[in-house]
């Protein structure tokens, strides 16, 4: 059980694209996304990349778990994890899950997810699954009340097929998860400067560097040095660095750590493992 004033983040996968396992990636590791947010004595899962399975191990042996699952859209890397995530197979836990891009013009998120579990691409169908599972398509925008005191605003991100941006506030303090979502040169995403103002922790896509962003321009992406632009305009705190692109290795991302530390301190870039506190 957790305090119900408890408020914390816990990285689970920190990489975008694609799983990039091995020796190069093993400080920050290689897992696609999936961030886990308590508060209020909620549990909070934002993506489901392969992260998720790791997550799932970890509640091994506890019966009756009720967590909600957002996801930031339904590109393969955010949803990989999801047919892994062994808690869904035991009846008497239960799962919401959360998508604000589809809004019924590429299907629902049922749909989308029950695709990937589907012949040929996978050997059994979701409804082997046996926990209680809900699906929320919601238009991003929209702001819910999970529990009491714990909000969810949302937003929606520059990025190929839609993407949501999300903003949990409780007790005071503010949590932002802005992931997918590309910048437009020399003007700030005022989307995102709003839903990220006065928050103490923004992760945010830092799939490319700034020499590297000319390259991918139109894939979606954004960079570091623009999330200290946005967090500095919306007066945020700590920016952390997330989304990696499996070719940057641990050495590329030490390297992005001590220049982000210099541009803004006390700001991170995001390894499996890390838990911090708004
Ligand atoms: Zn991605
Ligand atoms: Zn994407």
């Known amino acids: 059980m957790t305090a119900t004033g408890e408020f914390w983040v816990k990285f689970w996968g920190v990489r975008g694209t694609v799983p990039c396992p091995g020796p190069a990636t093993v400080r920050y590791g290689g897992n696609t996304a999936c961030v ?79 695709g990937i579990m ?11 699954m046996h926990a209680c599972i809900a699906f929320h398509d919601f238009k991003a925008g929209e702001v819910f009340e999970l529990a009491s005191g714990v909000v969810l605003r949302t937003a929606p991100l520059n990025h190929p097929n839609g993407a949501t941006g999300y903003r949990i506030d409780y007790a005071g303090k503010a949590v932002c998860y802005v ?4 910048h437009r040169e020399g003007e700030l995403d005022r989307t995102i400067v709003e839903l ?17 962003y000319p390259t991918y321009r139109g894939w979606g992406h954004s960079t570091w040095n623009e999330g200290v632009r946005l967090c500095q305009a ?22 992005i750590a001590a220049a982000l530390e210099q541009a803004s301190p006390g700001s991170v870039v995001a390894r499996e493992g890390l838990v911090l506190y708004p």
């Open 196 to 212: 990220i103002r006065g928050s103490q922790i923004v992760i945010y896509d830092a799939t490319y560097t700034e020499e590297e």
């Open 36 to 114: 886990e947010v308590m508060c209020g004595g909620q549990r909070l899962i934002f993506d489901a990349g392969t992260g998720l399975r790791a997550l799932g191990a970890s509640l091994a042996g506890q019966d009756g778990l009720d967590a909600h699952i957002f996801l930031t859209h339904t590109h393969i890397d955010h949803i990989n994890g999801f047919p892994f995530f062994r808690p869904a197979y035991s009846p008497g836990n239960s799962f919401q899950l959360w998508a604000g891009h589809l809004a019924g013009s590429n299907g629902t998120l049922q749909e989308v997810l029950s």
């Open 234 to 255: 919306a007066k945020a705190g700590r920016l952390v660095a997330f989304h990696h692109d499996p070719d940057h290795d641990d050495d590329a991302l030490d390297a």
């Open 118 to 128: 589907r012949a040929p691409l996978f050997p059994v169908p979701l409804d082997i």
């Open 179 to 182: 992931t997918d979502t590309e």
